[in-house]
């Protein structure tokens, strides 16, 4: 079964950290997250495959976020530190076998409902 669930987004001051949290992720699939911020399309951030030897980052957030995965319990995270200002959007969670292009959100076949997450500075 795969019914991604995100959490942990929130207001934070600029240089805050956060960590985001998509549950309900099926063994063996690729995850990703994505971000969306007013008037723009759904950005890639991070992905990780399974069970989690690699891992991709948007040029903007290498060295701040940290994708991850707790395969026994079926979660994928990512750690944001530093937080910008330029980082508030809307995060999605995705999800797929084998997507076909790891950063194209057409690539995913499930996703989260999304969470806010909003620096202030």
């Known amino acids: 079964q795969v019914q991604p669930v995100e959490s942990g987004g929130g207001l934070v001051q600029a240089g805050d950290s956060l960590r985001l949290s998509c549950a309900a992720v099926?063994?063996?699939?690729?995850v990703a997250w994505f971000r969306q911020a007013p008037g723009q399309g759904r950005a890639f951030v991070a992905s990780?495959?399974?069970?989690?030897?690699?891992?991709y980052y948007q040029d903007s957030v290498k060295g701040r976020f940290t994708i991850s995965r707790d395969n026994a319990k079926n979660i994928v995270y990512l750690q944001m530190n530093s937080l910008k200002s330029e980082d508030t959007a809307v995060y999605y969670c995705?999800?797929?076998?084998?997507?076909?292009?790891?950063?194209?959100?057409?690539?995913?076949?499930?996703w989260g409902q999304g969470t806010q997450v909003s620096i202030s500075s």
């Open positions: 995705a999800a797929d076998p084998n997507p076909l292009q790891y950063r194209d959100p057409e690539g995913y076949r499930y």
């Open positions: 099926s063994s063996d699939f690729c």
């Open positions: 990780i495959d399974w069970p989690g030897h690699e891992t």
